[in-house]
């Protein structure tokens, strides 16, 4: 009798100790943004669908503020199996896929609609194809942010003049080239090092979405801050082939309907971040929201040259996605 209730307390303590659905398989995901961002917090949001779906079979890690690999490390990183997954933004990926870059020419993907159908539809498929062949399997899009703040310390940047002579920061080609339509001179750096730049005074203007201005602390260094939907930074959850065939279907499902529900979730948060981060950028810094006829004056030094270059190196594949946009926009 003794015996038969320990066995029935063994019994209980192993059941009551032991994780429901133990995981058979772990994927690791490499993202650059600090935890205290929003898309974070998405990321965290696709790991715990993903777990509960799966019912443990797939353990989600997370590692935040690229503290496994730098942006631009992550799409090699990914397709040889050195993690299993990994987030990195639209213009990370243009250098190999100049596509991509359709978010950045100035006011063609800044509605949130517009961004939704994009990302949803033919214009989101033919850019996740295009991945495909860079031997990662994407799976998911988040959006960061549509709207942009250019930080200065010692005026405000309300009209392409106040940009002439000074240096911003830089990230990509295209992106370059719309500063410098502004009349500044773009400096590469990533998004982990800005917070450094501004700090040594290697850069005149910081250039960043609202959402990461305030968490990387701008308003440290700059006191002025001019915000425009210009331009729209996303990001690209992508997974490792051989590892996401790996996983059983009903696994491979679970992901993809975790990673559907966080994109939709994403576009939403993104503008409740946005409209938190400028309320709070309010209070540590002098902040311009720019106006219609301040846009016209930046759209008009802006679209042309940058849209030029975009066509010129997509050909016909960049002009069917801006005509795809088009279509979208009407």
Do not use: C
Not at 164 to 174: C, H, L, M, N, Y
Request: avoid cysteine; hydrophobic fraction near 45%.
């Amino acid at each position: 009798m003794k015996a038969a209730r320990w066995m029935m307390v063994v019994s209980l303590v192993v059941l009551f100790s032991s994780p429901v659905g133990a995981a058979q398989y772990k994927m690791r995901i490499s993202h650059q943004m600090p935890e205290t961002h929003f898309l974070a917090g998405e990321v965290k949001e696709f790991k715990n669908l993903v777990e509960q779906k799966t019912g443990g079979k797939l353990a989600v890690e997370i590692y935040p503020a690229a503290q496994a690999f730098k942006p631009k490390e992550t799409m090699n990183a990914v397709a040889t199996g050195a993690i299993e997954a990994a987030v990195t933004t639209n213009f990370e990926w243009s250098g190999i896929i100049p596509a991509m870059d359709i978010f950045l020419v100035p006011f063609l993907v800044t509605d949130i609609p517009v961004i939704d159908q994009a990302i949803s539809g033919e214009v989101g498929a033919a850019l996740f194809k295009k991945m495909e062949t860079k031997g990662v399997a994407p799976v998911m899009w988040m959006l960061q942010t549509r709207t942009n703040i250019y930080t200065s310390k010692a005026k405000p940047l309300v009209m392409p003049a106040d940009f002439k002579g000074q240096k911003i920061r830089g990230t990509s080609k295209i992106m370059n080239l719309g500063s410098e339509a502004l009349g500044a001179a773009a400096v590469p750096i990533s998004g982990p090092e800005v917070h450094t730049a501004l700090e040594r005074g290697t850069i005149d203007i910081g250039l960043t979405g609202v959402d990461a201005a305030l968490t990387r602390h701008y308003y440290e260094f700059h006191k002025y801050g001019t915000v425009s939907n210009n331009f729209t930074v996303i990001h690209v959850l992508f997974v490792n082939p051989t590892f996401f065939k790996s996983l059983p279907a009903d696994v491979q499902g679970a992901v993809r309907e975790s990673a559907l529900a966080v994109q939709k979730k994403s576009l939403q948060d993104s503008e409740n971040f946005k409209d938190t981060s400028v309320a709070e950028l309010k209070k540590k810094m002098t902040i311009h929201m720019q106006t219609k006829p301040e846009e016209q004056a930046w759209r008009a030094v802006m679209e042309k040259p940058v849209l030029d270059h975009f066509l010129q190196i997509t050909g016909k594949e960049g002009a069917e996605l801006v005509e795809l946009m088009s279509k979208i926009k009407r």
